[in-house]
C-alpha cells in the first residue's frame, strides 16, 4: 500500500474516532444533540453469521454506526490530508 493511502485510511480513521467522540459527548446537550443523530447498519447487526464447523465455531459481523457528526469529522479530516498531502 502506498505511504499517501496508508496516511488518508489514517486521517479517516482518525475523523471517525473524534466523530464518535465528538458524538457522544454532545448527546445530553439540547442544542447539540442533533450531532448524534445517526443509525447502524452492517453484516451481523443483529445476529453475526455463524459458521459452526463442531471442532471451530466462527462469527463474522461488521457493524457501522454514522452519526451526522461522524460525516463531518471524517469531511474534515478529508480536507486536512489535501492540506497536508501537498
Known sequence: MKRGK???????????VVGLLVAEVTKDVSFLSWLGFGGQFGLGTEAPLTLDLILL????????????AVIVCMAL?????????R
Open 77 to 85: 479530516a478529508g480536507l486536512l490530508f489535501r492540506k497536508f498531502a
Open 57 to 68: 465455531r466462527l462469527q463474522f459481523g461488521v457493524t457501522f454506526h454514522l452519526s451526522v
Open 6 to 16: 496508508l496516511l488518508f485510511l489514517l486521517f479517516m480513521m482518525a475523523g471517525a
